[in-house]
């Protein structure tokens, strides 16, 4: 794997998002209560679309680097 300026910018990314979608457990689970399980469904939202936004990049940093192995040969 290339360690690259733009892999190592995706990491910054990527430990940016896993923060936040850790804050959000955080205060989904200190904020649950019984008067309030149903606004839920609005931080489970919000978490899958960090936890999709970071299986893209992944993705597409495996793209990248399959594309730069092939360019080696």
């Known amino acids: 794997m290339n360690y690259d300026f733009e892999t190592r910018v995706a990491v910054a990314e990527l430990k940016g998002v896993l923060k936040e979608l850790q804050r959000i ?5 200190f904020n649950l209560a019984w008067d309030n399980v ?20 992944i ?15």
Do not use: F, Q
């Open 25 to 29: 457990c955080i205060r989904a689970e």
């Open 59 to 73: 993705k597409e940093l495996e793209t990248k680097n399959k594309i730069d192995e092939d360019e080696l040969y």
């Open 38 to 57: 149903l606004e839920l469904p609005k931080e489970l939202t919000d978490m899958k679309g960090l936890i999709h936004h970071i299986d893209s990049k």
